[in-house]
């Protein structure tokens, strides 16, 4: 008799439990790599930022005039919103599959 209890309390107390814990275990693994993944993209997104700004002071440095300066200032502004509308898109997207990972972790998929 004390098998049979033994048993099926691993079977429906123990094993469940067990596997609920490696699932979170692996959750938190993906989210911790996704944490790292989405602070990489966002230094990289900066670095591009700081990279276009510095290339457009330069070019708004050696102008002739204030028209070409207004025009340098112009042409990066519009080019910087349509940078970050891009850069916002590709983070929501990584961060939108970095959740489906986890959560199939959680549910146990691999």
Known sequence: MTD???DAFNETIAE???KAGEAIRDAGGKMAESGS?????????AEANAR??????????GAKDLSEVMKIQGDFLRD???RSMAQAREMGE?????GR???GAVRGDK
Not at 52 to 61: I, K, P
């Open 4 to 6: 049979k209890i033994r």
């Open 52 to 61: 276009e700004a510095f290339a457009a002071m330069r070019a708004a440095a």
């Open 101 to 103: 990972e986890a959560v």
């Open 16 to 18: 469940p439990a067990k």
């Open 94 to 98: 990584v961060i939108l599959q970095f």
């Open 37 to 45: 993944a989405i602070g990489i993209k966002m230094l990289d997104q």
């Open 80 to 82: 910087q919103g349509q």
